[in-house]
């Protein structure tokens, strides 16, 4: 493969944005090398700069879940555009996506838009600090809500990959109120709430976990957490920005069974514009602005041509449930083929799965938490990185990411995808 063009642009962008990215992850800090700057996609592909087509498994971080430049979405976008890009006033189509959300995620009666992730995952720890009146949370060594501060405390995903998991800038006075437990498992939570007797407003957690590479719950462990949080007059906080409407129209509670208090959402739901939400019942989502006293605002919030772009994705995933299905069968196929090339030479590896979720770990121990994940082999990702990047796959660019499969790919490209691998692992 080629890259003169990316490299060449990826020196013009570092002279005027730091590190030449917008987001750290983008950077291949994590596996060398210098990032592929992207010209265009369309469907399972990307085309970079240099002319060279890539089969993508990060779907722009799970947004794509029904391919690039999906024509309903596109063209709502363009419609809209026509009639004005932002009005700072509220329009009829916040309504109908809202009203579209409450209709497909169990648990919820009011949702309220943002425009990131991060957005979501903040605001919803600061509704469950106002509901609750109390201060301080639990969060899950490696898991990722996003960059505000209250996060940066062990988080997985970029933060992980530079290795700087309390990141400079967060005070010690915000910190302490960021309690950190081990995912999946249930015992270093009780502890943390029997050390903070009534002072914890919430839980928050990836109910599938995707930035510590894809890490399902244990059977038991969401299960446990629903029962100490009603113990203990705590708000079980789904971060869904990653498995919400990418695991089915439900999400993670939808799939395991499990409700939380609050919901928040990101990525898919915005079809690949900048939206973030954050979702729960009445009687916690009226403690918000302008009804409540706990406030949150945002000048882009319900953006008209964000909500056209989410509204025409999540009307296609609520009409046809089959991209579930046919989502979960390409991704079995895929874990199957992987396994049955990986398992033919001697590099330890472990497979974990959940629908469209899904991450080879080079590991010989099973990958439960941060820790666990954390003794993968990341100098063979790199190298595994880089060999199916010659091959024409693009991976997430670190080993603490999940692989996001979208509804666009072909069993012909699974099948590329699985000889890809064969071919590279054997000359590792
Ligand atoms: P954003 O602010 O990036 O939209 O969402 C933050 C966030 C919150 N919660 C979960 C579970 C997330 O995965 C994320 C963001 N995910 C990363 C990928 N691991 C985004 C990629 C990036 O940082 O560039």
């Known amino acids: 493969m080629i890259y003169k063009r990316s490299s060449a642009l990826f020196r013009d962008a570092q002279k005027v944005i730091p590190g030449g990215v917008n987001s750290p992850v983008r950077a291949f800090k994590a596996v060398g090398g210098e990032p592929v700057f992207v010209e265009r996609a369309e469907g399972a592909y990307l085309y970079d700069e240099d002319g060279n087509r890539l089969v993508d498994y990060i779907a722009s971080w799970g947004p794509m879940i029904l391919g690039h430049a999906y024509k309903p979405v596109i063209d709502a976008v363009i419609n809209k555009a026509k009639k004005g890009t932002s009005f700072g006033m509220p329009t009829e189509i916040e309504t109908k996506i809202a009203e579209l959300t409450v209709s497909m995620v169990p648990g919820i009666d009011k949702i309220r838009f943002v425009n990131s992730g991060t957005e979501a995952c903040m605001s919803a720890v600061r509704l469950a600090r106002g509901f609750t009146g109390k201060e301080k949370i639990i969060k899950f060594a490696g898991c990722y809500h996003g960059h505000s501060d209250s996060f940066l405390i062990e988080a997985g995903s970029g933060a992980v990959t530079f290795g700087v998991p309390n990141s400079p800038g967060v005070t010690q006075g915000t910190a302490k109120d960021t309690l950190l437990a081990k995912y999946n498992d249930l015992d270093s939570v009780s502890e943390l709430i029997s050390e903070n007797k009534d002072e914890i407003a919430c839980i928050i957690l990836e109910p599938v976990a995707g930035n510590m590479g894809c890490i399902p719950p244990v059977e038991g462990f969401l299960q446990g957490l629903r029962k100490l949080c009603d113990d203990h007059d705590i708000l079980l906080v789904f971060d869904e920005v990653m498995t919400g409407f990418r695991l089915a129209r439900g999400g993670a509670q939808e799939v395991l069974g499990i409700e939380a208090d609050i919901v928040t959402f990101g ?125 024409g796959v693009y991976l997430p660019p670190s080993a603490f990411e999940s692989w996001f499969l979208n509804d666009a790919l072909s069993y012909e490209d699974l099948d590329h995808t699985i000889a890809a691998c064969d071919g590279v692992v054997k000359t590792l």
């Open 267 to 391: 990525k898919v739901i915005g079809g690949g514009l900048p939206v973030g939400a954050f979702a729960a019942r009445e009687e916690i989502m009226n403690h918000l602005a302008p009804l409540g006293p706990v406030y949150q605002a945002g000048t882009l919030s319900g953006n008209p041509l964000a909500m056209a772009a989410g509204l025409a994705m999540l009307t296609k995933l609520n009409d046809s449930g089959e991209v579930y299905s046919s989502l979960e069968e390409k991704t079995a196929y895929l874990h199957k083929g992987l396994d049955a090339v990986l398992s033919k030479y001697s590099i330890p590896y472990t497979i974990n799965r959940l629908g469209s979720m899904i991450s080879v770990h080079f590991s010989d121990e099973p990958v439960v938490d941060f820790a666990s994940a954390a003794l993968g082999n990341n100098d063979y990702f790199k190298a595994f990185f880089h060999g199916m990047l010659s091959e």
